[in-house]
């Protein structure tokens, strides 16, 4: 780890081929850490975010193209700035970016919902169509010029969810894990183009990738191989968790409104405006699957219950 210099109020701190970057917020939602990757004939910003607006013009004099670890809002938060500049992304989530009701679809909100988050995409996060936007697939490589860039297709926070590998000649690879991100919150999969099976998958193939450092969009920040594995175990654990304590509301039978509205993945009373949505199509998953493999049962319509 290399620390020293910055952009105005962003500090810009090297691990192995890529620079954090790294705002006052220091990667707290909204706010993420963007990474700057420079090579010899090219310059990315990986997941342009709210932290990295005020230096936009200083950025806009070196970066050549944006890369997105996915579609999201808080990854997407200065991508307008860049707007005359390419932006790649995994194709199954290239999509989204095609304009706001299709940006919109990536989250399958309910309408009470989607119409507050839809005005907080464009004026908190502002959001702009990039219909334009080039899509990659997993193992694409990025040769930027003694150093390179390589998609890792990890899907279930979104569809198109990529971690990135990033290597260059003599230095550390670095594996930039988005919103993998290692929190005590746990794997987020509660969108409509989210998926529990695949995050448990990609969670797999991500502890099998040896690295020096491993990155995170939000809250942890960059950490070692030890300790990386180490916060991976806790954060994968969160499903297990989510598991058990499901099973164990349903000791009696229960409908799906009393599973969103007990709170499995918010906290009760969390002021999350979406936190109805999200409960229900991430314990709706944890629900599905325990009925699939005889957990639990449906013991009346829309009532369920644990098999003991």
């Known amino acids: 780890m290399e620390g020293g210099g910055g ?3 962003v500090e810009e701190v090297r691990f192995g081929p890529a620079i954090a970057l790294v705002a006052p917020a220091r990667g707290r939602y909204p706010d993420g850490r963007s990474l700057l990757v420079r090579g010899r004939s090219e ?10 607006r005020p230096q936009g013009d200083v950025l806009r004099g070196e970066v050549d193209w944006c890369l997105l670890s996915h579609g999201h809002e808080d990854h997407v938060a200065a991508l307008d700035l860049f707007a005359d500049r390419p932006v ?50 997993d193992g694409a490589r990025f040769d930027l010029g003694g150093r390179s860039i390589t998609a890792v297709h990890t899907p279930g926070h979104t569809r198109g969810h990529c ?7 003599g230095e550390p690879p670095l594996l930039y894990l988005g919103d993998i991100d290692l929190s005590s919150f746990g794997p987020y999969y ?8 695949d995050f448990e998958r990609s969670l797999d193939a991500v502890r099998r990738i ?3 450092w491993y990155a995170t969009f939000h809250h ?3 950490v070692g191989r030890a300790e990386f594995l180490e916060r991976l175990e806790r954060f994968a654990r969160v499903i297990a968790t989510r598991d058990e304590r499901l099973l164990a509301f349903l000791a009696q039978p229960r409908t799906l409104d009393e599973i969103v509205a007990h709170r499995f993945v918010y906290r009760p009373g969390d002021a999350v405006p979406f936190a109805d949505a999200v409960e229900r199509r991430s314990m709706g998953q944890h629900l599905a699957r325990a009925l699939a493999d005889g957990r639990a049962r449906e013991v009346e319509p829309g009532r369920f219950a644990r098999r003991d």
């Open 210 to 212: 040896d690295a020096r």
């Open 88 to 137: 790649r992304l995994h194709e199954a989530d290239a999509p989204a970016l095609a304009s706001l009701d299709a940006f919109m679809a990536l989250y399958g909100f309910p309408p009470d919902v989607e119409g507050p988050w839809r005005r907080a995409v464009v004026e908190r996060f502002h959001f702009a169509p990039r219909p334009d936007a080039q899509p990659l697939r």
């Open 7 to 9: 952009i105005g109020d």
């Open 220 to 222: 942890v920040g960059v």
């Open 163 to 169: 971690c990135l590998l990033v290597e260059g000649a």
């Open 190 to 197: 509660g969108d409509a183009w989210s998926s529990l099976d």
């Open 43 to 52: 310059t990315v910003l990986v997941d342009p975010s709210l932290g990295v």
